[in-house]
């Protein structure tokens, strides 16, 4: 989240935007390259683009600097460039690639991302680099990106997106308040993406072939999808859901996708066939900035702490923390869902009046009351909207107000405990608590003997499940064991 600090009001809360909360954990979306711009999802894992054509290609030009502004700008690291130069070099030797340059832009985002644009574009985000594990595996990302442009895939998109834009728009404008009809949308997002599976497989296959006469493993690309199918695992959020709306399903099952992709790799032999890579792409990633930066805050297990702000509150066990530039949400059991974020507000303006004012729909005004929290003046009231329930409290320090609010499905038990065990850990930081707070980093360390999983788990920062995100970060399975002179990633904030 970034600092705020002059907006005065936000936009209305609805229902329908809290309950997406609970299932937001994005996966593959397209991008919309026509003459209003350039909106990609702020947690894609690619975004599908347009062909070559010259107008296209001076299009996607265009896009470069919106590009970098809606992914926090360019991650640079002379080290990091040069690494990644060196693989695109590679495969822009192979025949389809030939008759074009590229240039490749670290994109300073911790989503795991990559994506290609006509002329020549390439974007690869540092979360994505900081979970492969060898130049084959990025090489793999890289050329399946590229395969999307080559094959033409983004101009037959673009007409199924048109139709569920427009689509989208009748039933927000006229139908917003009716949960079927927003329902219905997520479906026909759904069946747009269901014509992409094919495309998603093509990309797969030109990709490894292009790596594969590239000279690095074909096998890399197999190896990372197992990757991010573990990170997702990782992040996954448990409790009871509509699985056929979690946009993940509307792209190839991740074992169907990795045998497929095992399948397209054995043609060129087996496995060990090929260039990895590893030291030099581990040699590459050292000191890579892992997960937020500053500016936005850091999220430390289910804490959320903001140097800038100064401030920190905790969700919750079982919940897990989504930190975005605007907004953080949390996702926790039983539907429950949870948003901060900040607005300055005027001294003369009371917490009570701000409550009461528009912004908040279905509040119950008998409800608002004031209160401290930590010695900071606070109010706290009740909402309600279709079939949610809502605990919005606020909280003043200075000239800022941030709020926490807390919703949960209409007649839940939990609801008042999840809420006031959020508003009570909320503080504001001292000096020495502040300076104490660094941004977490991509380490790499050499096995020694009498190294383990469990103890380089063990010197892990950041968060309260660091043996199951060493074991994802390092592609390590339940039965793998390390060797001494093995070199692995740990995250640090030294």
Same mark, same amino acid.
């Given at each position: 989240?970034?600092?705020? @600090?002059?907006?005065?009001?936000?936009?209305?809360?609805?229902?329908?935007?809290?309950?997406?909360?609970?299932?937001?954990?994005?996966?593959?979306?397209?991008?919309?390259?026509?003459?209003?711009?350039?909106?990609?999802?702020?947690?894609?894992?690619?975004?599908?683009? *347009?062909?070559?054509?010259?107008?296209?290609?001076?299009?996607?030009?265009?896009?470069h600097p919106k590009i970098l502004q809606t992914y926090g700008g360019e991650y640079s690291d002379?080290?990091?460039?040069?690494?990644?130069?060196?693989?695109?070099?590679?495969?822009?030797?192979?025949?389809?690639?030939? =008759?074009? =340059?590229?240039?490749?832009?670290?994109?300073?985002?911790?989503?795991?991302?990559?994506?290609?644009?006509?002329?020549?574009?390439?974007?690869?985000?540092?979360?994505?680099?900081?979970?492969?594990?060898?130049?084959?595996?990025?090489?793999?990302?890289?050329?399946?990106?590229?395969?999307?442009?080559?094959?033409?895939?983004?101009?037959?998109?673009?007409?199924?997106?048109?139709? #569920?834009?427009l689509t989208s728009r009748v039933v927000n404008e006229v139908v917003s308040a009716d949960s079927s009809?927003?329902?219905?949308?997520?479906?026909?997002?759904?069946?747009?993406? &269901? +014509?992409?599976?094919? &495309?998603?497989?093509?990309?797969?296959?030109?990709?490894?072939?292009?790596?594969?006469?590239?000279?690095?493993?074909?096998?890399?690309?197999?190896? +990372?999808?197992?990757?991010?199918?573990?990170?997702?695992?990782?992040?996954?959020?448990?409790?009871?859901?509509?699985?056929?709306?979690? +946009?993940?399903?509307?792209?190839?099952?991740?074992?169907?996708?990795?045998?497929?992709?095992?399948?397209?790799?054995?043609?060129?032999?087996? &496995?060990?066939?090929?260039?990895?890579?590893?030291?030099?792409?581990?040699?590459?990633?050292?000191?890579?900035?892992?997960?937020?930066?500053?500016?936005?805050?850091?999220?430390?297990?289910?804490?959320?702490?903001?140097?800038?702000?100064?401030?920190?509150?905790?969700?919750?066990?079982?919940?897990?923390?989504?930190?975005?530039?605007?907004?953080?949400?949390?996702?926790?059991?039983?539907?429950?869902?949870?948003?901060?974020?900040? *607005?300055?507000?005027?001294?003369?303006?009371?917490?009570?009046?701000?409550?009461?004012?528009?912004?908040?729909?279905?509040?119950?005004?008998?409800?608002?009351?004031?209160?401290?929290?930590?010695?900071?003046?606070?109010?706290?009231?009740?909402?309600?909207?279709?079939?949610?329930?809502?605990?919005?409290?606020?909280?003043?320090?200075?000239?800022?107000?941030?709020?926490?609010?807390?919703?949960?499905?209409?007649? %839940?038990?939990?609801?008042?405990?999840? #809420?006031? %065990?959020?508003?009570?850990?909320?503080?504001?930081?001292?000096?020495?608590?502040?300076?104490?707070?660094?941004?977490?980093?991509?380490?790499?360390?050499?096995?020694?003997?009498?190294?383990?999983?469990? %103890?380089?788990?063990?010197?892990?920062?950041?968060?309260?499940?660091?043996?199951?995100?060493?074991?994802?970060?390092?592609?390590?399975? %339940?039965?793998?064991?390390?060797?001494?002179?093995?070199?692995?990633?740990?995250?640090?904030? @030294?």
């Amino acid at each position: 989240m970034e600092p705020t @600090r002059t907006g005065k009001r936000c936009h209305v809360l609805t229902a329908a935007a809290f309950a997406g909360l609970a299932t937001a954990l994005a996966g593959c979306q397209t991008a919309d390259l026509g003459e209003a711009g350039f909106k990609p999802s702020e947690n894609p894992v690619t975004v599908d683009t *347009v062909t070559r054509g010259d107008r296209l290609a001076t299009l996607a030009r265009r896009q470069h600097p919106k590009i970098l502004q809606t992914y926090g700008g360019e991650y640079s690291d002379p080290k990091l460039e040069r690494m990644l130069a060196g693989v695109v070099g590679k495969l822009a030797r192979s025949p389809d690639a030939a =008759s074009q =340059s590229y240039q490749i832009t670290i994109l300073d985002s911790p989503s795991i991302n990559a994506f290609a644009l006509p002329g020549g574009y390439l974007y690869i985000t540092r979360g994505l680099l900081a979970l492969a594990n060898d130049s084959a595996e990025i090489a793999a990302v890289l050329a399946h990106e590229m395969a999307h442009v080559t094959a033409n895939h983004g101009l037959e998109r673009q007409k199924r997106e048109a139709e #569920a834009n427009l689509t989208s728009r009748v039933v927000n404008e006229v139908v917003s308040a009716d949960s079927s009809a927003q329902a219905a949308v997520v479906r026909g997002k759904l069946r747009l993406a &269901q +014509f992409s599976r094919n &495309q998603e497989l093509e990309a797969d296959a030109i990709g490894i072939r292009a790596i594969g006469e590239a000279g690095y493993d074909p096998f890399a690309a197999a190896r +990372f999808l197992s990757s991010m199918d573990a990170y997702q695992r990782f992040r996954s959020v448990g409790g009871a859901r509509d699985a056929s709306l979690d +946009f993940l399903a509307s792209h190839p099952n991740a074992p169907r996708r990795i045998d497929l992709a095992q399948r397209h790799a054995r043609q060129f032999g087996q &496995q060990g066939t090929g260039l990895r890579e590893r030291d030099s792409f581990l040699q590459g990633i050292d000191g890579l900035l892992f997960g937020d930066r500053p500016d936005q805050g850091f999220v430390r297990g289910r804490t959320f702490l903001h140097p800038e702000l100064g401030i920190s509150f905790a969700v919750p066990e079982g919940f897990v923390i989504d930190n975005s530039a605007g907004e953080v949400v949390a996702a926790g059991p039983g539907d429950l869902a949870f948003r901060f974020d900040g *607005v300055t507000l005027e001294r003369s303006v009371s917490l009570t009046d701000y409550l009461r004012r528009d912004w908040l729909a279905g509040l119950d005004p008998d409800s608002v009351r004031t209160f401290t929290i930590n010695s900071h003046e606070a109010a706290t009231a009740r909402a309600h909207a279709d079939n949610w329930e809502f605990d919005v409290t606020v909280v003043r320090v200075g000239d800022n107000v941030y709020r926490l609010l807390t919703g949960a499905p209409r007649g %839940s038990d939990r609801l008042d405990a999840v #809420a006031r %065990s959020i508003s009570n850990s909320f503080q504001v930081l001292s000096r020495s608590e502040i300076d104490q707070l660094k941004p977490l980093r991509i380490r790499i360390v050499t096995v020694q003997p009498g190294d383990t999983i469990a %103890s380089l788990a063990g010197r892990m920062a950041g968060g309260d499940r660091k043996l199951e995100l060493f074991r994802v970060l390092n592609a390590l399975g %339940s039965g793998s064991t390390l060797s001494t002179g093995d070199k692995v990633k740990i995250i640090t904030d @030294r």
